[in-house]
């Protein structure tokens, strides 16, 4: 799923190329998108590179080709809608689902895991804070506290062993040490995968890619909302 303004931002792309085979320009976007900077088109644009919406064509100014547009995209914007209007980041929320422990296959423990959604492991996007389903898992997987799921997606962390589709079991905290693979809140209202590093005053969000460019940020702009306990792939 897209957030509202990389939608907005394809939309756009798409349209215009549509009519005169030639893409916005970034102040036409910034524009159109009522963002104050260019840095934030070139985020999105990143964002919708990375998901395999668009493609940036080399050594051509302003050359970027649509791949593919979403499936119910109207209605996808349309649902993230009513967030934007109350001012509410679509993100991890601080309070998971307590986890369910049952008795099943005589003394073995299972947990269910609530699977809350997607999660960006390139430049980062909304987690959906939807619990629609349970992940059973065995309960010495995981030892103590509150856990939760989320669905990969991008490649920014292949090279950690995290690949597009898989499903991440993190457990919720609000602190790390260096070098831990954690969820990051980032200003309040964007999640993503990335492994965390500290230096000095700066928190640095690492990618496992050399294809993506590591982001710091002040210490205020991060917050933890989970720490990488276990990888799932399904085959």
Do not use: W
């Not at 947990?111 to 389903?133: K, Y």
């Not at 969000?205 to 792939?233: K, S, V």
């Amino acid at each position: 799923m897209l957030t509202h303004k990389q939608y907005e931002l394809l939309t756009l792309i798409d349209r215009r190329l549509r009519a005169s085979g030639v893409a916005p320009s970034y102040d036409e976007m910034k524009e159109a998108l009522g963002l104050r900077s260019k840095s934030g088109i070139h985020r999105l644009i990143t964002a919708l590179e990375e998901r395999g919406f668009i493609r940036r064509l080399p050594h051509r100014a302003r050359a970027l080709e649509v791949l593919k547009v979403p499936e119910s995209a109207a209605a996808a914007a349309a649902a993230e809608a009513p967030a934007e209007r109350h001012g509410g980041p679509n993100v991890v929320q601080g309070e998971f689902p307590r986890r369910r422990m049952s008795e099943r296959r005589g003394d073995d423990a299972v947990i269910d895991v609530p699977v809350l959604g997607r999660i960006a492991a390139g430049t980062p996007i909304e987690a959906l804070n939807e619990h629609s389903r349970s992940l059973p898992l065995p309960s010495e997987m995981l030892g103590g506290g509150d856990y939760y799921a989320l669905q990969v997606s991008g490649d920014s962390m292949i090279e950690a062993g995290i690949q597009d589709g898989d499903t991440v079991v993190l457990r919720r905290c609000d602190t790390a040490e260096n070098g831990d693979i954690v969820v990051a809140l980032i200003d309040n209202e964007e999640v993503t995968l990335k492994r965390l590093h500290r230096k000095r005053d700066s928190i640095a969000l690492e990618a496992a890619n050399p294809r993506y460019e590591t982001r710091i940020f002040g210490p205020d702009r991060i917050r933890i909302q989970g720490r990488l306990t276990a990888l799932l792939r399904q085959y």
